[in-house]
Nanobody, 122 residues
Framework: QVQLVESGGGLVRPGGSLRLSCEVS????????MNWYRQAPGKQQEWVAG?????????????TYREVVRGRFTFSADAARNTLYLQMNHLKPGDTAIYSC??????????WGKGTQVTVSS
């Protein structure tokens, strides 16, 4: 079982920055990928960014981004801290949402964190 805890959300003005964290614990021997998702009020959840590990958790990986965040958001991983990050720059009101991370194993069920609220408003 893998547990995920997000943090780092908050209220920020348009153009500002936030760094979200996703702390990972538990057995990650079967790791395939990690993803960030978000859900805005009244909207469906949408994928934001993903990292597919080349050879297990914390190995090199391939990162991809949703088009509307590419160039503004950066997905990174810190093996020493068992934490993944989503650095969000040049935030817009449309980025307001609950952001959640998801662990994807090669076999079995995905694991989700509870999410962290990001509000972009002047």
């Amino acid at each position: 079982q893998v547990q995920l805890v997000e943090s780092g959300g908050g209220l920020v003005r348009p153009g500002g920055s936030l760094r979200l964290s996703c702390e990972v614990s538990g057995n990650t021997d079967d790791a395939y990928a990690m993803n960030w998702y978000r859900q805005a009020p009244g909207k469906q959840q949408e994928w934001v960014a993903g990292l597919i590990w080349s050879d297990g958790m914390w190995s090199d990986g391939t990162i991809t981004y949703r088009e509307v965040v590419r160039g503004r958001f950066t997905f990174s991983a810190d093996a020493a801290r068992n934490t993944l990050y989503l650095q969000m720059n040049h935030l817009k009101p449309g980025d307001t949402a609950i952001y959640s991370c998801k662990y994807v194993p090669r076999r079995g069920l995905d694991s989700w964190g509870k999410g962290t609220q990001v509000t972009v408003s002047s």
